[in-house]
């Protein structure tokens, strides 16, 4: 009779795990970020912190004219929210989770385009591509929760992808 050899764990092993693990906190750490600074937008004092990136932006400056700052803060607190809890569903339907990424993505990139029509996101006296503390470095995370947005896209797309083939 053989004797069971010990799984031998090897740098590929690892790498794999790590992956997974890296995959998971990288979708449900986007799903996190957007349901705490969604809920956040149902505040006052960040109703006024949209007001001051928002109003500014030529992609949303024109919801002012159709609710109140505190509206225009709640509306996108909804949109996060409800984003967060779409990609949150990639166990049981990877379809709706890739929507929601990709949905994620657009408002990402809009956020970023603050970047441009944001006063004060260039430090004065140094100008492009030296960043203000606030606003500026407070805009700069955005690049990366797109880049969880695009990676959450794309494994959820080739998940739906071979759901749908079964």
Do not use: C
């Not at 986007?30 to 937008?41: A, F, M, P, R």
Request: net charge neutral.
């Amino acid at each position: 009779m053989e004797t069971a050899r010990p799984v031998e764990v090897t740098d590929d092993t690892r790498g794999l795990r790590l992956d997974t693990y890296g995959a998971t906190v990288l979708r449900y750490g986007l799903v996190v970020v957007l349901l705490w600074i969604g809920g956040l937008k149902f505040t006052a004092y960040e109703a006024e912190g949209v007001h001051m990136h928002a109003s500014n932006s030529p992609l949303l400056s024109w919801a002012y004219d159709l609710l109140s700052v505190r509206g225009v803060s709640m509306l996108l607190g909804f949109v996060e929210m409800s984003l967060a809890l779409l990609i949150a569903a990639r166990p049981i339907r990877p379809d709706l989770s890739a929507l929601g990424s990709m949905g994620a993505i657009v408002m990402f990139l809009i956020t970023l385009s603050f970047l441009l029509s944001t006063p004060g996101v260039w430090q004065p006296g140094y100008g492009f591509p030296a960043l203000s503390p606030m606003p500026g470095q407070f805009l700069a995370k955005d690049l990366v929760l797109l880049g969880a947005a695009i990676w959450t896209a794309g494994e959820a797309l080739r998940a739906a992808r071979l759901h749908a083939s079964r």
